[in-house]
């Protein structure tokens, strides 16, 4: 009795754990770490005590030689060994999470937990754009809203990362088909739209709208009417505020414009770097170095990514590297990464890492094709909802943040941990 007490809290414990991730996320990186490391911990206990199976999954061992790929490249440059040594936490957090979630995670509550949180941010951003202030008083950006991300520009990926999860529960829980439904569920759909729009982070924006489409063309007789509805909200919202709507044209014209440059400026770019007479000459006349990086601030940064990758083209240069590589090749503007995850990875880990990124999202698009007839014969909504954040996040042509930061490995690792679990199982779950 003793022993099933204790299995029952350590149960308890782990999803609590789990269902606090986003919460985590938002505190921060030290509590997205510790969160982590309570969730390893509880979970091995779990494991122990009660005799778990170990499994051999094909996806986690690809994504371990990725971390060791990591290592290797890392002590190969002589950069941040320990650094790339403690990502190996995630391919612990992968492979528990994995065990657990077929075991004791419950789905369900995962979605109501995730979605409250969600919930609560895309409301206190809507305050801050509307009133200037959040409900912690922290006052409203000139560049988009943060909520209580504070001075971190990261809540528009914040809310595109978890927001399906919201969606789903807005439509389990409006069923009924009639009138007046379909319009609620279009405005609550909408808040998210509008939670996004205005932290003013265009690409997040992009593949939101994008996806969101896509979902109600899948369930095109239960979902699209309402998804069309909170798409007439959100452009009510930006016609109705002259800032919002001012901002979002001037916003997202220039950046229909950048992506028209990109790939011609990331191409001018590395030619320019990889010639160091010509990026001499281009750095010493100030009027030419504002006209070149005002074309494609992003294509700079792939150009600049190619050029430092040629010289490390089998390894790559080792995790987090890129910004002093840059700064000493003496490229026009650098940053700590190139805004990029396949760039990242090609550059932080050379042919050989990019090989196995590309060989576990293949590993995984086979089990996705090989399920996908079963879960549309079965309704299952769950497990499209986790495919479309896995292909949210792995969107190619998306401008993005580090691929190895703590904050976009946890939530990678999240939605890895719910797909690839989802699709391994025998008898699907329908929440």
Request: hydrophobic letters at 50%; one cysteine or more.
């Amino acid at each position: 009795m003793q022993l099933i007490i204790k299995s029952e809290l350590l149960k308890n414990i782990i999803n609590w754990l789990f269902y606090l991730f986003p919460l985590s996320i938002i505190l921060g990186n030290l509590a997205v770490n510790l969160n982590i490391i309570l969730f390893v911990i509880f979970s091995l206990i779990f494991v122990i005590k009660n005799k778990i199976k170990l499994e051999f999954n094909k996806s986690i061992f690809i994504f371990f030689i990725f971390s060791c790929v990591l290592i290797l490249s890392s002590i190969v440059n002589e950069q941040n060994l320990m650094k790339s040594v403690s990502y190996l936490r995630f391919t612990i957090f992968f492979y528990l999470g994995y065990l657990l979630s077929k075991e004791i995670i419950n789905l369900q509550r995962v979605f109501q937990i995730f979605s409250i949180i969600l919930f609560i941010l895309c409301i206190d951003l809507i305050i801050q754009h509307v009133f200037n202030y959040n409900l912690l008083g922290q006052k409203n950006s000139t560049n988009g809203a943060t909520s209580f991300f504070f001075d971190e520009r990261v809540a528009g990926s914040f809310v595109q990362n978890f927001g399906f999860f919201l969606v789903f529960i807005i439509f389990s829980l409006l069923k009924e088909k009639n009138f007046l439904n379909n319009i609620l569920k279009g405005f609550l759909v909408s808040l998210i739209s509008i939670a996004l729009l205005v932290t003013y982070q265009r690409m997040p924006m992009v593949i939101w709208i994008f996806f969101l489409s896509l979902y109600g063309i899948i369930y095109f007789k239960s979902k699209m009417l309402s998804i069309l509805i909170s798409f007439l909200f959100l452009t009510l919202f930006i016609f109705n505020n002259d800032w919002a709507k001012e901002k979002t044209f001037n916003s997202y014209g220039a950046f229909v414009s950048n992506v028209k440059t990109l790939i011609s400026q990331s191409y001018n770019t590395y030619k320019i770097n990889i010639d160091k007479n010509k990026l001499m000459k281009l750095k010493s006349n100030k009027e030419e170095v504002l006209e070149f990086m005002d074309n494609s601030g992003h294509g700079n940064l792939y150009g600049n990514a190619l050029a430092v990758w040629k010289n490390d083209k089998l390894l790559g240069i080792g995790y987090k590297n890129f910004y002093s590589k840059c700064i000493k090749m003496q490229f026009i503007k650098c940053s700590t990464h190139p805004h990029n995850y396949y760039l990242d990875v090609l550059l932080s880990t050379g042919l050989v890492g990019f090989f196995l990124l590309l060989l576990f999202l293949i590993n995984i698009f086979m089990k996705i094709i090989f399920n996908f007839k079963q879960s549309f014969l079965n309704k299952l909504e769950i497990e499209i909802i986790f495919v479309i954040n896995f292909l949210m996040f792995f969107f190619p042509l998306k401008s993005s943040g580090s691929f190895f930061t703590t904050s976009n490995s946890t939530y990678l690792i999240i939605i890895l941990i719910l797909l690839i679990s989802q699709l391994n199982r025998k008898t699907k779950i329908k929440i």
